[in-house]
């Protein structure tokens, strides 16, 4: 079994920075893509950027210039860095990543962590 583990949400005031952190453990022979994901209330799930294995990222418009995604292979660990924060920012933020296990290759989630930016 895998479990992806975040961490770093809280409140910060618009223009602040904050760092969220999603680490990955189990049984775990690789991890292909990882990324982070938004949810704010009432709307969609949508993709704020991800990472290949091999450093390729991608980012959503709407956080272009602003925020950074990296990974530590070594620790399974992925990273979202988020300065020039806005209010519509505020979401549930949740990591993913592709795994694969000694028996398939599935997609994980973890638990999604808040950040919520005050105006």
């Known amino acids: 079994q895998v479990q992806l583990v975040e961490s770093g949400g809280g409140l910060v005031q618009a223009g602040g920075s904050l760092r969220l952190s999603c680490a990955a453990s189990g049984s775990i022979v690789r991890i292909n893509d990882m990324g982070w994901y938004r949810q704010a209330p009432g709307k969609q799930r949508v993709l704020v950027a991800y990472?290949?294995?091999?450093?390729?990222?991608n980012y959503a418009d709407s956080v272009k210039g602003r925020f950074t995604i990296s990974r530590d292979n070594a620790k399974n660990t992925v990273y979202l860095q988020m300065n020039s924060l806005k209010p519509e920012d505020t979401a549930v933020y949740y990591c993913?990543?592709?795994?694969?296990?000694?028996?398939?290759?599935?997609?994980?989630w973890g638990q999604g962590t808040q950040v919520t930016v005050s105006s």
């Open positions: 990472i290949t294995s091999g450093g390729n990222t």
């Open positions: 993913n990543a592709g795994v694969l296990t000694s028996r398939v290759l599935k997609d994980y």
